[in-house]
């Protein structure tokens, strides 16, 4: 395969995932929060819940089309641009795959009709399951996708047998050591994603006072839960970079602009800002914090990381300020996440319960409203640190990215990558024009929850 068919190859991979991952992410964390606003009305039996159940769950039908519509191509490129690699890995990578169609994915599906067709249909207990499953489906799909991604990064469990890699324990593929801190970062990542989508869209109700008593409740709610959320994320994504460093030293060294390692009994300095350059093989310019990067990367004052310089050019990873930058981006993005959710439960403790009080916080509002895109740009982040980061292999040790691509003219692959691209502008033009819609329309503030009228009692029959 050339040289450009491979970049491309790679290039139409990314493109699918980046535009994928906006969907699943925003579906498990909207399908969690309706599970807790449905409860909420189950428990209660207030109405306002109700409401809110209603509200919601269209952003989350109109969210989950477009999801499992754009994950199609992404999947058939295993079998198409990704040939060797399929079949390198297809005992345990396809099986994974497959566990998250049966076990996942038709579960999410099979539900989310009830959820979305069920309301007067079936009683509300039985609703209220369909929505749990709905939820569910979601995060186990979320799991086993983590699960394949993480063994990619970090694989056990497999030997190489001919040209095939072969399961020899899926205990230890399943639980590598990736695996635990790959679920619960992605997994915190997508509801942190959808708390802070509702806290924005009830703040941008709230900064134009339509509807504010429907929607101080969710932006409430979505607030409270993100104060427990954010600080969680945070410490996930402390833990999973040193496992990073212990298990991935180049993406480590290469995500902090690291090239020389430290000599025993000193620290790692830590580069605030910097600008690595692969040629020169060190960072143009550096601000930097002595010592601290030992204290990050392994929870030690004297903590040994290795440098670039220590590993061979062949098996850094490329593109090391896009590295750089996207992790610090991420991070940034997650601290200034708990900031707001610490600010605005200082100001509702101010405010005293008065909503007006609240609404007369124009600026903190604004901030919501104008945080929407971050959590997404996080999520993107994290995955070109997380995908990136592992290059020149697609199995981390095992298979290099250029042995795994299909032998397939570069023209071929232009032509698919230009389809999907128009492919992608109409399904992403077509979810804003109805989610503006929706937002427009509001929540309907006359809907009443359905009668359940209690069932007819059948004669017992009499036989003479």
Same mark, same amino acid.
């Given at each position: 395969?050339? !040289? ?12 699918? /995932? ?34 809110? /159940? ?32 399929? &079949?390198?890995? @297809? ?15 038709? $579960? ?6 009830? %959820? ?12 209220? !399951? ?12 979320? =799991?086993?996708? #983590?699960?394949?991604?993480?063994? $990619? ?13 072969? *399961? ?17 970062? %992605?997994?915190?990542? /997508? ?8 806290? @924005? ?5 709230? !900064? ?5 008593? !429907? ?17 969680? &994320? ?44 692969? /040629? ?11 010592? #601290? ?36 981006? %991420? +991070?940034?993005?997650? =601290? ?51 995908? *990136? @980061? ?26 698919? #990558?230009?389809? =999907? +691209?128009?492919? =992608? ?16 329309? @509001?929540?309907? $503030?006359?809907?009443?929850?359905? *009668? ?9 029959? *009499?036989?003479?």
């Amino acid at each position: 395969m050339s !040289f450009e068919a491979l970049n491309l190859a790679r290039g139409q991979f990314a493109m699918t /995932a980046i535009f994928h991952i906006l969907w699943p992410i925003l579906t498990i964390s909207l399908s969690a929060f309706l599970l807790v606003v449905e409860t909420l009305w189950v428990k209660t039996s207030n109405v306002i819940w109700y409401r809110h /159940a209603r509200f919601w769950s269209k952003l989350l039908i109109l969210n989950f089309a477009v999801g499992v519509v754009s994950g199609i191509p992404m999947e058939f490129q295993f079998g198409t641009n990704w040939g060797p690699f399929s &079949q390198y890995t @297809g005992q345990f990578f396809g099986n994974i795959l497959g566990f998250e169609g049966a076990m996942a994915f038709m $579960l999410e599906a099979g539900f989310v009709g009830i %959820m979305m067709l069920g309301w007067g249909r079936v009683p509300k207990g039985v609703h209220l !399951f369909a929505t749990s499953m709905v939820a569910l489906g979601s995060s186990i799909s979320a =799991f086993w996708i #983590m699960v394949a991604n993480s063994w $990619l990064q970090t694989p056990r469990g497999v030997a190489v047998v001919g040209d095939k890699l072969v *399961v020899t324990d899926y205990v230890k593929a399943i639980f590598n050591p990736d695996m635990a801190w790959g679920v619960s970062h %992605m997994w915190f990542a /997508a509801l942190e994603t959808g708390l802070v989508v509702i806290a @924005g869209i009830s703040a941008y109700y709230l !900064f134009r006072r339509r509807n504010p008593e !429907f929607f101080v409740r969710s932006f409430k709610l979505a607030l409270l839960l993100l104060a427990f959320v954010a600080p969680v &994320q945070i410490w996930l994504g402390d833990s999973s970079g040193v496992d990073v460093f212990e298990t991935q030293p180049a993406k480590g060294a290469a995500i902090e602009g690291h090239w020389q390692t430290n000599a025993p009994g000193t620290g790692a300095s830590w580069s605030l800002l910097a600008w690595p350059d692969a /040629a020169k093989q060190r960072n143009d310019w550096s601000l930097e914090v002595p010592g #601290m990067l030992s204290i990050l990367g392994t929870h030690s004052l004297h903590g040994k990381v290795t440098g670039m310089k220590d590993i061979p050019l062949a098996d850094q990873p490329p593109m090391l300020p896009l590295l750089y930058y996207a992790f610090r981006a %991420m +991070a940034g993005i997650g =601290f200034l996440f708990m900031a707001l959710a610490f600010w605005t439960l200082y100001a509702l403790r101010k405010s005293r319960g008065h909503l007006e009080a609240l609404l007369a916080q124009r600026k903190l509002l604004l901030a919501w409203v104008l945080a929407i895109p971050l959590p997404y740009i996080a999520v993107e982040c994290g995955w070109i640190v997380r995908e *990136v @980061g592992r290059q020149p292999w697609v199995v981390y040790g095992l298979l290099r990215t250029d042995h795994a691509a299909s032998a397939i003219p570069a023209g071929a692959i232009t032509g698919s #990558m230009i389809m =999907f +691209a128009g492919f =992608f502008v109409v399904l992403i033009t077509s979810f804003f024009v109805f989610a503006r819609r929706w937002l427009r329309n @509001g929540p309907d $503030l006359t809907l009443m929850p359905p *009668v359940e009228t209690a069932h007819r009692a059948v004669p017992h029959t *009499v036989d003479y």
